[in-house]
């Protein structure tokens, strides 16, 4: 019996990922025949991949239920999204109310407007706490989270790092339209011209809520400095405990290059283009000195003086 159970699991596991590559060829098919105007689709002001995502998908977003045990983390593309939320799924995994039992496998939709009805509704059966993430604004948030007072974590990153890591993640994605170069991804970037919008207003739609106490901020480059201490104070803020042993195991299995030399596996083709360099301070390999002020102008105009601007320590960061 264990040993039919056991091949029923591998058929199980198998079909998995027949499916799963299966969908990853019909996405790089579709892409491949559209035009690099055609691969962004605009909803309500904003861009957002015509291969991932659709008009029907982000109306159908707005039916999602959360709970309020969900674990939530949003950032604008490329402030380290896949990567915090490995850390979320690794802390649940982690927590003391599953130790008791078998841990649940941490499935789900990465991003929200990724899904659509049906993968909504799938993860109904998906046992608490459901991980989770979304790269919106807040106010395109899921009316549910907001209600039923679901946390969220927010992740930011330094402006002209994120800028530089969205350039060569758009280059090197071939669901995304390929950049001309560096200086016209660079004014569309600035524009809001580029998938999710405007970095600044995204954060200013957070910066809103940066005191909601369902609302915590954590940034990239606070990670970078003691990975262990932001997974403490990631799991404290969903009211998890854990040992000091799972504090260092988490942190030590979460840094960057391990994520980055298992992403063959948890990303298949994508993980190289997920998770490139992970360091801080790489825009300076790419700015101009014009491009350089630019950027400080539009923080001193949009985040300087707020708290949001000052956790990003954009003078220790961006600076030369």
């Known amino acids: 019996m264990a ?8 058929a199980g596991a198998a079909g998995d990922a027949n499916s799963f590559w299966s969908r990853v060829e019909q996405l790089l098919e579709r892409a491949s025949k559209l035009s690099p105007e055609e691969m962004l689709f605009r909803y309500n002001g904003l861009l957002y991949p015509t291969v991932l995502s659709s008009a029907q998908t982000l ?7 959360a709970r309020p045990e969900d674990m939530v983390v949003s950032s604008y593309p490329k402030c380290g999204f896949n990567w915090v939320q490995q850390l979320l799924k690794d802390i649940a995994s982690a927590s003391e109310n599953e130790s008791k039992e078998g841990k649940p496998e941490r499935r789900g939709i990465k991003l929200l407007e990724f899904g659509g009805a049906e993968e909504y509704e799938i993860m109904k059966s998906y046992p608490s706490p459901r991980v989770y993430g979304t790269h919106n604004h807040y106010e395109n948030l899921p009316p549910s989270i907001i209600e039923k ?19 060569h993640f758009c280059l090197n994605n071939p669901l995304l339209p390929n950049p001309a170069s560096w200086d016209e991804f660079f004014k569309k970037f600035m524009t809001g011209e580029v998938g999710w919008g405007s970095y600044f207003d995204h954060a200013l739609s957070w910066e809103k809520h940066i005191d909601d106490k369902d609302v915590m901020l954590i940034t990239y480059e606070e990670l970078k400095e003691n990975l262990a201490k932001g997974v403490q104070k990631i799991a404290e803020f969903y009211g998890i405990t854990l040992s000091e042993e799972h504090i260092q195991h988490i942190a030590c299995t ?14 298949s083709i994508f993980g190289k283009v997920i998770f490139r360099k992970g360091v801080v301070g790489d825009w300076r390999n790419l700015f101009t000195d ?28 961006c600076k030369h």
């Open 59 to 65: 109306r159908e977003l707005t039916a999602f239920q």
């Open 290 to 317: 014009e491009q350089s002020q630019e950027m400080d102008a539009k923080f001193e105009s949009c985040l300087a003086g707020t708290k949001l601007g000052a956790k990003l320590k954009y003078d220790l960061y």
């Open 149 to 167: 007072k679901t946390k969220v974590l927010v992740v930011c990153r330094n402006p002209k790092d994120n800028a530089v890591s969205y350039y």
């Open 254 to 267: 979460g840094t960057f290059q391990a994520m980055s030399d298992n992403s063959q596996e948890t990303h």
């Open 3 to 10: 040993s039919e159970e056991g091949e029923t699991a591998k």
